[in-house]
C-alpha cells in the first residue's frame, strides 16, 4: 500500500532550524502535488506548503520567507526546510500526497522559547 514516511522533527530552539523529509512509496510521486500540513495541540490542521508536479511552491502567509518546500522526484521525497522557527510554528507535521488523499504519520516538531 501506499506509504508516506516522514522524517527529521525534534526539539529546536527558537531562531534555530530544522528539515523534514517525507519519503512516498507506491504512488505516482512525479505528477503528484505534495504538501506539509501542521496540527498544534487544540487546532485544526492547517496547510504549511504544497509544491507541484511542476516545482510550482505555494505557503501559508505565515511560513513564507522562513519556510521552502522542495522535491526530489528521483527519490521520491518531498522535503521542508524551515528556518528561523517560532515556538507558535510547534505542532505535528504531515506529508500529503494530494493525488489518492494521502496522508503520512506525522512528525512532532516543538520549538523552545
Known amino acids: 500500500q501506499v506509504q508516506l514516511v516522514e522524517s527529521g522533527g525534534g526539539l529546536v530552539q527558537a531562531g534555530g532550524s530544522l528539515r523534514l523529509s517525507c519519503a512516498a512509496s507506491?504512488?505516482?510521486?512525479?505528477?503528484?502535488?505534495m504538501g506539509w500540513y501542521r496540527q498544534a495541540p487544540g487546532k485544526q490542521r492547517e496547510l504549511v506548503a504544497t509544491?507541484?508536479?511542476?516545482?510550482?511552491?505555494n505557503y501559508a502567509d505565515v511560513v513564507k520567507g522562513r519556510f521552502t518546500i522542495s522535491r526530489d522526484n528521483a527519490k521520491n521525497t518531498v522535503y521542508l526546510q524551515m528556518n528561523s522557527l517560532k515556538p507558535e510554528d510547534t505542532a505535528v507535521y504531515y506529508c500529503?500526497?494530494?493525488?489518492?488523499?494521502?496522508w503520512g504519520q506525522g512528525t512532532q516538531v516543538t520549538v523552545s522559547s
Open positions: 500529503y500526497a494530494r493525488t489518492g488523499n494521502y
Open positions: 507506491r504512488i505516482a510521486f512525479s505528477i503528484t502535488t
Open positions: 509544491i507541484t508536479s511542476g516545482n510550482s511552491p
